[in-house]
């Protein structure tokens, strides 16, 4: 034993501080070049390659179960759904189910003080009821005159006086439709005063109807008054869903839709959606999707996110973390997985509104698809949905993260959609009121292993430098470190040795 202690000694007597100088060098150069490949390789692939080849070869050795997701079935579509003509990335879209002003938006802001709706949020209806509801004969009229100025009117106020000011004049569908969303304080009351304007809108429908080949001026009255009648009968089916009832609205979405089928921009089949998910007639649901759920129309999140609910359907309720990475997963659950990835693709933020990870506020009036800002306007209406189907939110939150393994670079190539856009986030902050904190598309964390040798690289460099630095003071450290550290051995050998006879603990040590 005394033999073994001082040929340790004389071992560490002979290092000299050039030794450790080397000994930490070459330690850095090789964790150096470590982390230079480990960081090319998840440049490349996404994926770190220690992590890839330890789950891959060595995890199915120790008898681990490979729980990887999906095999990618529809990198055909995708080449596909990219290869389709680009559109404008950050384009901003009508909220199809945005809350009324009066009875909804200002009863926030009396309670709580704060504004619901942004300065641009409100401009942009401010234009789309510009656009929609008056034409270039407006002065031939003169309420249609007073209400082409309403609409452009900033204060409120204005805006209310000007609508009662043209009501005084004649009956005039636009001035109630300005009354209904901003001076009514109840739903109840927005209601009666849609009534109001649906009597006078159809009467005015009807008569440019009759006209509109005389010229132009007539087809831009008959387009006008369309867009008046299809926003009235709409709002009505919206008033009849917030006041329970719901099969009526269900039923005057469907007139409307096959009145006007050619009206796609309103996208009322997202109202129709959420109403019959309310009724839980998912059959119906699913119909609406086949319908509307194709790959030449645009998506949003209310598609592909009632798509992938109706996929959770059938197997949350039996679905386990456990028992899927002992057996896999059944065809089923791979097309629901496949459903979750391919939604959260699409919109990424929603997932954390459906989890209750972020808190969610009013939604606003218009929304950028793929953005914070349809996912707020998503989940605010959708949330219950998802919390009625049983599973399908423990579904979604052992899943929905796996997508961002398919999508190493979603700023630069999507897997099924296009990239996403880089410019969600600026405009998001227009839409989104000051006080709420938006939402960035989730960035994909460094893997351990790249950490790991980072740090190991650093700290060897820094001892080296250490050791070239004072050799004399990090000798002696090396010396005592080394000690501490065979010291648990040397006390095992004390105890083998007073256990073992002489003779044979001789042998051992000549072996």
Same mark, same amino acid.
């Given at each position: 034993?005394?033999?073994?202690? /001082? +040929? =340790?000694?004389?071992? #560490? ?6 030794? !450790?100088?080397?000994?930490? %060098? $070459? /330690? +850095? =150069?090789?964790?150096? #070049? ?6 090319? !390789?998840?440049?490349?692939? %996404? $994926? /770190? ?19 990887? /997701? ?442």
């Amino acid at each position: 034993m005394f033999g073994t202690e /001082s +040929s =340790l000694s004389m071992f #560490l007597n002979t290092l000299t501080p050039k030794f !450790y100088v080397a000994l930490t %060098g $070459t /330690s +850095s =150069l090789i964790s150096g #070049l470590i982390l230079i490949f480990e960081w090319w !390789y998840f440049r490349k692939y %996404g $994926t /770190s390659f220690i992590e890839q080849v330890s789950v891959s070869h060595l995890r199915p050795l120790l008898g681990g179960v490979d729980n990887s /997701s999906p095999t990618n079935s529809n990198s055909s579509n995708g080449d596909a759904d990219s290869n389709r003509q680009s559109v404008s990335e950050c384009k901003v879209w009508r909220n199809p189910l945005n809350l009324f002003r009066g009875a909804e938006y200002n009863r926030y802001t009396w309670v709580t003080g704060r504004e619901p709706l942004t300065y641009y949020d409100m401009n942009l209806s401010a234009q789309d009821h510009q656009t929609f509801f008056t034409c270039d004969s407006d002065h031939l009229r003169p309420a249609d005159a007073i209400m082409q100025k309403a609409w452009r009117e900033r204060n409120p106020q204005a805006r209310i006086s000007a609508a009662h000011e043209s009501l005084e004049l004649e009956d005039c569908a636009t001035a109630s439709i300005l009354l209904a969303e901003e001076e009514a304080t109840t739903i109840v009351e927005a209601e009666k005063l849609f009534k109001q304007a649906l009597k006078t809108g159809e009467g005015c429908y009807r008569r440019s109807q009759q006209l509109q080949h005389h010229g132009a001026q007539y087809e831009a009255q008959h387009r006008r008054d369309t867009n008046v009648l299809v926003y009235i009968k709409r709002r009505l089916a919206m008033c009849s869903r917030k006041l329970g009832r719901t099969r009526e609205a269900v039923k005057m979405l469907r007139d409307l839709m096959k009145e006007f089928p050619l009206l796609s921009m309103f996208n009322i089949h997202e109202n129709l959606l959420e109403s019959l998910l309310e009724l839980q007639n998912y059959a119906d649901v699913q119909a609406v999707l086949a319908k509307y759920d194709d790959i030449s129309l645009p998506k949003s999140a209310t598609i592909c996110y009632t798509a992938a609910l109706l996929k959770a359907r059938a197997v949350s309720d039996k679905f386990s973390p456990e028992a899927a990475s002992r057996r896999g997963l059944s065809t089923a659950e791979m097309n629901a997985v496949e459903a979750i990835h391919r939604a959260v693709e699409f919109n990424p933020h929603v997932p954390k509104y459906l989890l209750e990870m972020k808190s969610l506020i009013l939604p606003p009036e218009h929304i950028l698809k793929r953005g914070d800002s349809e996912a707020i306007a998503y989940a605010f209406f959708h949330l219950q949905h998802w919390k009625r189907v049983e599973g399908a939110l423990n579904l979604l939150h052992c899943t929905w993260e796996g997508t961002f393994r398919m999508i190493p670079y979603p700023l630069e190539k999507g897997h099924l959609f296009y990239p996403y856009p880089i410019c969600t986030e600026t405009a998001d902050r227009e839409l989104l009121p000051m006080f709420h904190e938006v939402s960035v598309y989730p960035k994909k964390e460094l893997p351990f292993f790249i950490l790991f040798t980072a740090g190991l690289c650093s700290f060897t460099a820094m001892l080296a430098l250490l050791t070239h630095q004072f050799p004399e003071l990090m000798g002696v450290f090396a010396k005592a470190f080394l000690s501490t550290l065979f010291a648990p051995l040397n006390f095992i050998m004390e105890k083998v040795e007073s256990i073992l006879p002489s003779s044979l603990w001789h042998q051992l040590t000549r072996i």
